[in-house]
C-alpha cells in the first residue's frame, strides 16, 4: 500500500489532503509540524510521498526538507511542497533544496489528486 505523509500545521489543510489520500486508496500519516514529521518519517516504514507546508512554526517547511533529505532511504520520497500563493518566490529554493514538485495555496481538492497520482506514477 502507497503510504503519504502530511506535514503541515493546520488541522483545516491535513483533513483536507487526509480526504484526497484515503479517496485515492492510499495510507495516510500526518504530523502538526516539521519536528513530529521528522519522527514519523523515521518510524513510519515505506513511505512514498511527503506532502509538506512550506510556511510552520517549530521547524519550517525549509528545514524540514533538508533534514528529510538527509534521512537515509529518503532519496527517492516524492516531497510535494505546499507553498501560499503570495510566497511563490519560494518555489525555486524548495526545489533547490530536493522538493520532487510543489503545489501553491490555496488549491483545489481535485487538482491535488491529479498531482498526488501524477507525481506516484511518473516514479513508478
Given at each position: 500500500?502507497?503510504?503519504?505523509?502530511?506535514?503541515?500545521?493546520?488541522?483545516?489543510?491535513?483533513?483536507?489532503?487526509?480526504?484526497?489520500?484515503?479517496?485515492?486508496?492510499?495510507?495516510?500519516?500526518?504530523?502538526?509540524?516539521?519536528?513530529?514529521?521528522?519522527?514519523?518519517?523515521?518510524?513510519?516504514?515505506?513511505?512514498?510521498?511527503?506532502?509538506?507546508?512550506?510556511?510552520?512554526?517549530?521547524?519550517?517547511?525549509?528545514?524540514?526538507?533538508?533534514?528529510?533529505?538527509?534521512?537515509?532511504?529518503f532519496e527517492q520520497v516524492i516531497i510535494l511542497v505546499l507553498i501560499k500563493i503570495e510566497n511563490k518566490d519560494q518555489v525555486m529554493?524548495?526545489?533547490?533544496?530536493?522538493?520532487?514538485?510543489?503545489?501553491?495555496?490555496?488549491?483545489?481538492?481535485?487538482?491535488?489528486?491529479?498531482?498526488?497520482?501524477?507525481?506516484?506514477?511518473?516514479?513508478?
Open positions: 500500500m502507497t503510504k503519504i505523509l502530511c506535514v503541515d500545521n493546520s488541522t483545516t489543510i491535513r483533513k483536507i489532503v487526509q480526504d484526497c489520500v484515503l479517496d485515492l486508496g492510499f495510507d495516510f500519516f500526518e504530523a502538526e509540524n516539521g519536528v513530529l514529521g521528522i519522527e514519523k518519517a523515521k518510524e513510519i516504514t515505506n513511505i512514498r510521498m511527503v506532502i509538506l507546508d512550506w510556511n510552520m512554526p517549530v521547524m519550517s517547511g525549509r528545514e524540514t526538507l533538508v533534514n528529510l533529505r538527509n534521512l537515509e532511504g529554493e524548495a526545489v533547490d533544496l530536493g522538493a520532487t514538485n510543489y503545489m501553491l495555496k490555496p488549491f483545489s481538492v481535485n487538482n491535488l489528486q491529479d498531482k498526488i497520482q501524477e507525481l506516484i506514477k511518473d516514479a513508478v
